[in-house]
């Protein structure tokens, strides 16, 4: 059966409300991504201990009910709530012990008790926990003071975690270590997880050299690759470095081709500029479908994207700004999303943390803004941001000092010191 064309992306353009390449607001540039980029579906089946990080396919079901039968939630003595003395001290006998793995095997009678540990299945007719330190021992009884617990207390039921027939993960989840120690409770030694993403990247320009070459007059050492490779380490995707593409369109067609030959994705850092004096617009023009967007954004105000043709199907294309702070904050505000879509992923939306400035920001409506940001405890318990001195789009030090970005949306305007702000933590993320 032959699978339906995508869409043109003259005909995603034409879905998006008010579409202007020329000065299109972050929204639109999402939405617009978002249909653009295709979904994997293959399936590959990984050991358990390989599953972290990855996205898994299928929905997992329990087989079995987690814990399976009802246990004590602490070292001490079980007994029948029912003995609970209404106002008064409850004397109780012990008539033997259970562990987590030997079970109390006898039976108790009214009035009396069973020693148990954390872990260990509830005895028979038994259906409350007295935590050891809370009673009084007297030989072979013990006391509970009134009042110390009621029926019930400290006991487990039997499919409180996972029931058998209910949904443990969804598909689409990106792996975490709680997901992995959930499924090894389900005695499931492997997991149907997707296939990787391949993103393979690039960065153009005849000023640009890789670490370990000589610097002429005028030339910089390419930083963004060593961002993209971090950055892309972090979610997990399979990563194809094809190093630093001279300004020659013999050099970029090779490169583009060899990229989208042997990847889903593209990413590339420069060349994208209105007036760049480079190749790379028009070789990317010339081996897909692309446009060239003005983002209402700051920093990483140009953008291509679209389709790399190659044999085996179109390779997603992103072309992003050559500035090293314009490629980090455009790749998490549009590419980052798109990639976690691509790779089979549920939607995630980034947290926004609520900051109060401690200085005033200066900010037109009509684009949204990315500045970097110092987040520390306020002294009035809450949380504050201060903006690291120059937001040039070239300063990467200022990412680096940075442990957030103010996202000053679309139509704000300017900030007063003491009013609040969203901030994009990067703990976990950049």
């Not at 005695?187 to 960065?203: K, T």
């Not at 630093?244 to 989208?260: K, Q």
């Not at 389709?307 to 700004?321: C, N, Q, S, T, W």
């Not at 684009?367 to 070239?394: C, F, H, K, M, N």
């Amino acid at each position: 059966m032959t699978r339906p064309l995508p869409p043109s992306l003259a005909a995603i353009a034409s879905c998006i409300s008010g579409y202007d390449p020329d000065a299109l607001p972050v929204a639109q540039a999402r939405a617009f991504i978002d249909q653009l980029v295709p979904r994997l579906r293959a399936v590959e089946m990984v050991a358990l201990r390989s599953a972290l990080g990855r996205v898994l396919a299928r929905d997992v079901i329990s087989h079995l009910n987690v814990p399976a039968h009802d246990n004590s939630a602490m070292d001490g003595y079980a007994f029948a709530g029912r003995d609970l003395a209404a106002d008064a001290d409850t004397v109780l006998q012990v008539t033997g012990s259970g562990l987590a793995g030997t079970p109390f095997t006898g039976q108790a009678a009214a009035g009396q008790c069973v020693r148990i540990m954390t872990g260990a299945v509830m005895p028979a007719g038994l259906d409350t926990v007295v935590p050891q330190e809370f009673v009084r021992q007297d030989g072979d009884r013990i006391v509970i003071p009134a009042g110390a617990v009621r029926t019930g207390d400290n006991r487990r039921l039997a499919g409180e975690d996972l029931a058998a027939g209910d949904s443990a993960l969804s598909a689409g989840r990106v792996l975490r270590p709680a997901d992995i120690g959930l499924l090894a409770s389900l005695g499931q030694a492997e997991v149907p997880v997707v296939r990787r993403l391949r993103v393979a990247f690039f960065s153009t320009g005849n000023e640009l050299r890789s670490i370990g070459e000589p610097l002429d007059e005028g030339c910089v050492y390419d930083s963004n690759r060593y961002t993209l490779h971090s950055m892309l380490q972090r979610l997990g995707v399979d990563i194809l470095d094809l190093g630093v593409v001279r300004d020659d369109p013999a050099a970029l067609a090779e490169a583009f081709s060899a990229a989208a030959a042997n990847a889903d994705a593209v990413i590339t850092s420069g060349g994208v500029s209105v007036g760049e004096a480079d190749h790379t617009k028009t070789v990317m023009a010339q081996l897909g479908d692309v446009l060239f967007w003005r983002i209402a954004m700051r920093p990483g105000r140009p953008m291509a994207i679209g389709r790399i043709r190659a044999e085996h199907g179109d390779a997603i294309l992103f072309g992003l700004p050559g500035n090293p702070v314009a490629v980090m904050v455009t790749f998490y505000a549009l590419v980052r999303d798109a990639l976690l879509a691509m790779a089979g992923a549920a939607p995630q939306t980034l947290p926004l943390l609520r900051c109060t400035a401690t200085r005033a920001i200066r900010k037109k409506p009509g684009r949204t803004e990315y500045q970097r940001a110092i987040v520390t405890l306020a002294p009035d318990g809450g949380w504050q941001a201060t903006v690291t001195g120059s937001q040039g789009s070239g300063i990467l030090r200022s990412m680096s000092q940075a442990n957030g970005l103010v996202v000053l949306h679309h139509d704000q305007g300017e900030v007063a010191a003491g009013q609040l702000v969203d901030v994009l933590p990067f703990d976990g993320l950049i």
